[in-house]
């Protein structure tokens, strides 16, 4: 007889968060992590939750946005369970427009969002002048200002989850652990590998990232993002900065050169930043699934097998829910998997 309803693999924020949900509900959980909580992806510093352009919606898109919508409730009761901060904030974000066709551009996108974004968040072409400090430099003098993105603290949303998990009477197993009940494979990169090498095709790879921070206390102010660089002022007196994409890489989990162009990038883009000290140097590895989409839901032709992956460069943003549909599926058999999410659209 089974003494739990759902055995989560992996100790990272899509396992962590599929197996609050679970406790959450009511079901009895265990989760098992090989090496340590934030061992993978997860274990990094930058934390951006925001959302894509707000046009042409697809799916993705939608997907993400709900994410997005619910992730102040969400980390709000992983706090409220297990008493631990999660960094969680809505602070908004900012993207320099680098000249009248960018900004033109920016401004056709102000409908977009009002329509897309159903009021959870404005999208608007603002004077860069209107922001203090961290504010970027604009060629045009204007950035896009949003009001949906958020942040959170990679750091501390493991512990966070942890603790919320056992407050509901979850185990947590770090090394080995009888799988019972519902398994589920939230296993990153090493879960890919398993996709790939059980279907006999490239279901996804690794894509490596760098990223760094910094001694900065920025308050409670927008992130920037321009040109794939993300800026992101925490809580606790830092500012993350990434970061790097490499789909080759020796290492996995060294930073290099790259990471200081990264830097260097950062700090021309915000000033505010040109002397704050490098507190850390950080590289892992993005579980990208050959679809660039979260890979969701049962296992084909494994019974009471699930996976929940892919994350990619948002994981964080998609956690919350991705949590709530593999919750819904594995205890109310309800399957609310956004269709090109499934394990079957990638193998
Ligand atoms: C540089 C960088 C910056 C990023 N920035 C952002 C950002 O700003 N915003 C955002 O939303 N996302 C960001 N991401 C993406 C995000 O980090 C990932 O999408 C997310 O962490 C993936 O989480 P995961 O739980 O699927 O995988 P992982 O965190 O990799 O967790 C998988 C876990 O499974 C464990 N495991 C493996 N095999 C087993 C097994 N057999 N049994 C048990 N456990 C096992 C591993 O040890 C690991 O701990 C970034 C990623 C990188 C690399």
Same mark, same amino acid.
């Given at each position: 007889?089974?003494?739990?309803?759902?055995?989560?693999?992996?100790?990272?924020?899509?396992?962590?968060s599929?197996?609050?949900?679970?406790?959450?509900?009511?079901?009895?959980?265990?989760?098992?992590?090989?090496?340590?909580i934030?061992?993978?992806?997860?274990?990094?510093?930058v934390?951006?939750?925001?959302?894509?352009?707000?046009e042409?919606?697809?799916?993705?898109?939608?997907?993400?946005?709900?994410?997005?919508?619910?992730?102040?409730?969400?980390?709000?009761?992983?706090?409220?369970?297990?008493?631990?901060?999660?960094?969680?904030?809505?602070?908004?974000?900012?993207?320099?427009?680098?000249?009248?066709?960018?900004?033109?551009?920016?401004?056709?996108?102000?409908?977009?969002?009002?329509?897309?974004?159903?009021?959870?968040g404005?999208?608007?072409?603002?004077?860069?002048?209107?922001?203090?400090?961290?504010?970027?430099?604009?060629?045009?003098?204007?950035?896009?200002?949003?009001?949906l993105?958020?942040?959170?603290?990679?750091?501390?949303?493991?512990?966070?989850?942890?603790?919320?998990?056992?407050?509901?009477?979850?185990?947590?197993?770090?090394?080995?652990?009888?799988?019972?009940?519902?398994?589920?494979? $939230? #296993?990153?990169?090493?879960? %890919? *590998? +398993?996709?790939?090498?059980?279907? !006999?095709?490239? @279901?996804? =790879? &690794?894509?490596?990232?760098?990223?760094?921070?910094?001694?900065?206390?920025?308050?409670?102010?927008?992130?920037?993002?321009?040109?794939?660089?993300?800026?992101?002022?925490?809580?606790n007196?830092?500012v993350?900065?990434?970061?790097?994409?490499?789909?080759?890489?020796?290492?996995?989990?060294?930073?290099?050169?790259?990471?200081?162009?990264?830097?260097?990038?950062?700090?021309?883009?915000?000033?505010?930043?040109?002397?704050?000290?490098?507190?850390?140097?950080?590289?892992?590895?993005?579980?990208?699934? $050959? #679809?660039?989409?979260?890979? %969701? *839901? +049962?296992?084909?032709?494994?019974? !009471?097998?699930? @996976?929940? =992956? &892919?994350?990619?460069?948002?994981?964080?943003?998609?956690?919350?829910?991705?949590?709530?549909?593999?919750?819904?599926?594995?205890?109310?058999?309800?399957?609310?998997?956004?269709?090109?999410?499934?394990?079957?659209?990638?193998?």
């Open positions: 007889m089974a003494t739990v309803d759902v055995t989560v693999r992996g100790g990272g924020v899509f396992g962590l599929v197996a609050w949900e679970c406790a959450r509900r009511g079901a009895r959980v265990r989760l098992i992590e090989t090496t340590r934030g061992a993978g992806a997860s274990g990094g510093v934390g951006a939750l925001a959302p894509h352009v707000p042409q919606w697809n799916a993705k898109k939608q997907f993400q946005f709900e994410s997005l919508v619910m992730a102040g409730d969400f980390w709000g009761g992983v706090t409220e369970a297990g008493g631990a901060q999660t960094g969680f904030a809505r602070v908004g974000r900012l993207q320099p427009l680098a000249d009248a066709a960018a900004a033109a551009l920016a401004e056709g996108r102000v409908a977009g969002a009002a329509e897309h974004w159903q009021g959870q404005i999208w608007r072409v603002a004077p860069v002048a209107e922001f203090g400090v961290l504010a970027p430099v604009s060629p045009t003098g204007l950035v896009v200002h949003d009001t993105s958020a942040r959170a603290n990679p750091r501390l949303l493991g512990p966070a989850l942890v603790a919320a998990i056992r407050a509901k009477g979850g185990e947590i197993v770090i090394g080995e652990g009888p799988d019972e009940g519902a398994v589920v494979w $939230a #296993t990153g990169i090493d879960g %890919l *590998g +398993a996709l790939s090498a059980a279907f !006999g095709k490239q @279901v996804g =790879n &690794g894509v490596k990232g760098q990223a760094a921070i910094l001694g900065f206390d920025a308050g409670t102010v927008p992130q920037v993002f321009a040109d794939g660089l993300l800026i992101v002022p925490h809580a007196g830092t993350a900065v990434g970061s790097t994409a490499e789909k080759r890489y020796d290492a996995p989990d060294t930073t290099d050169e790259q990471l200081d162009a990264v830097l260097a990038r950062a700090r021309a883009l915000c000033p505010d930043l040109a002397d704050a000290p490098v507190l850390e140097r950080w590289a892992g590895v993005r579980p990208r699934a $050959a #679809t660039m989409a979260p890979v %969701l *839901g +049962a296992w084909p032709g494994r019974t !009471g097998h699930y @996976v929940a =992956n &892919g994350g990619f460069k948002i994981g964080f943003g998609m956690a919350p829910k991705v949590a709530e549909v593999m919750a819904d599926l594995l205890l109310e058999g309800r399957d609310a998997i956004p269709a090109g999410f499934r394990v079957e659209d990638c193998v």
